[in-house]
T-cell receptor
């Protein structure tokens, strides 16, 4: 079946950029998503990218999509302590709204 | 800003009991979903619902599970006879367009089965 993989942990210093990576297997993906989950909270939609785009920028967030390599990344500029959370990559499998999630990357931001 | 709301936030139940988890999707949305996240594992798709019927369900969504939209605002997930392995965070989600664009999740309902 389709799969999404992420590295489990990333630690950065406050003010640095963070780059969270994700790979997926579904060649028919149309939308790819990034969600943020703070401790004890739900899944907050951060941003998403349509598969015909290479890049999408939204304030401090930059999403890069390499369709050939099936690689997605989320860059957070000027990372703040409030960005500490788990970040999930998700693939819209089969264009149905059924999302396939990665296992989540825990971002730790050190002051 | 419109949001998906879920109740209860946490429910503790005994094995074999029935549980109903409730969700109020965003009001103009048409597609509704349930996902679950067992502690330490990936978020998994359970079921999608559109036009008052199930559009797709996963292998997890067996006969013990059912969904219903009893009125114009609520969307419920029922587990008939809970098992220990049903302990998880259950997320409701909704979207205006089924396969495209923004999919919004609620805060989740944590189910603990003893």
């Amino acid at each position: 079946g389709e799969d999404v993989e992420q590295s489990l942990f990333l630690s950065v210093r406050e003010g640095d950029s963070s780059v969270i990576n994700c790979t997926y297997t579904d060649s028919s993906s149309t939308y790819l998503y990034w969600y943020k989950q703070e401790p004890g909270a739900g899944l907050q939609l951060l941003t998403y990218i349509f598969s015909n785009m290479d890049m999408k920028q939204d304030q401090r967030l930059t999403v890069l999509l390499n369709k050939k390599d099936k690689h997605l990344s989320l860059r957070i500029a000027d990372t703040q302590t409030g960005d500490s959370a788990i970040y999930f990559c998700a693939d819209n499998s089969g264009n149905t709204g059924k999302l396939i999630f990665g296992q989540g990357t825990t971002l730790q931001v050190k002051p | 800003e419109p949001e998906v709301t879920q109740t209860p936030s946490h429910q503790v139940t005994q094995m074999g009991q029935e549980v109903i988890l409730r969700c109020v999707p965003i009001s103009n949305h048409l597609y509704f979903y349930w996902y679950r996240q067992i502690l330490g594992q990936k978020v998994e798709f359970l079921v999608s619902f559109y036009n008052n019927e199930i559009s797709e369900k996963s292998e997890i969504f067996d006969d013990q599970f059912s969904v219903e939209r009893p009125d114009g605002s609520n969307f419920t997930l029922k587990i008939r006879s809970t098992k220990l392995e049903d302990s998880a965070m259950y997320f409701c989600a909704s979207t205006l367009k089924g396969g495209t664009g923004e999919l919004f999740f609620g805060e989740g309902s944590r189910l603990t089965v003893l």
